[in-house]
């Protein structure tokens, strides 16, 4: 048996827990713990910019308090740093959070997938549950111009 890595498409022995071509872990669960971690170590940013306005015509009143990590995709994908989830956290950030439904939507999923994922999200049922939504969403998204590239999870 064999592994095929992720991240660089090499062929690995099956008893190799990290590619021996690119470096990166062949486990999905070690995957997920690593990125994980990086998310937790990732500096905050400051800040910065001035707050504009509230009588300025185009001003967009934005949470203050950023959330992160796209937990229920994260599982099903094994990876925080893949490209179906690029996408997605490209369209919460660029689109939903761009309206107020939006913005509910992302408050209420961040208050319940957590939890969910915590508890369902290392069981294939959970995962092959929400594998097609997801895989349809994805599409759709890409061939509305989403990209698939990294992305960096802007403050919103």
Known sequence: MSKRCPDCGQINDDSRIFCGSCGEPLDA????IQDLE???KAPQKADAAPKPKEDDDDYIPQPTKKKSGCYVATAVYGSYDCPQVWTLRRFRDDRLAASCL?????RTYYAVSPALVRRFGETAWFKA???????????KLRTQGVEDTPYQDKDW
């Open 29 to 32: 669960q070690l995957r997920l």
């Open 38 to 40: 990086k998310q937790k």
């Open 102 to 106: 939006g913005r509910a939507f992302i």
């Open 129 to 139: 549950l929400w594998r097609g939504p997801l895989d349809r969403l994805v599409r």
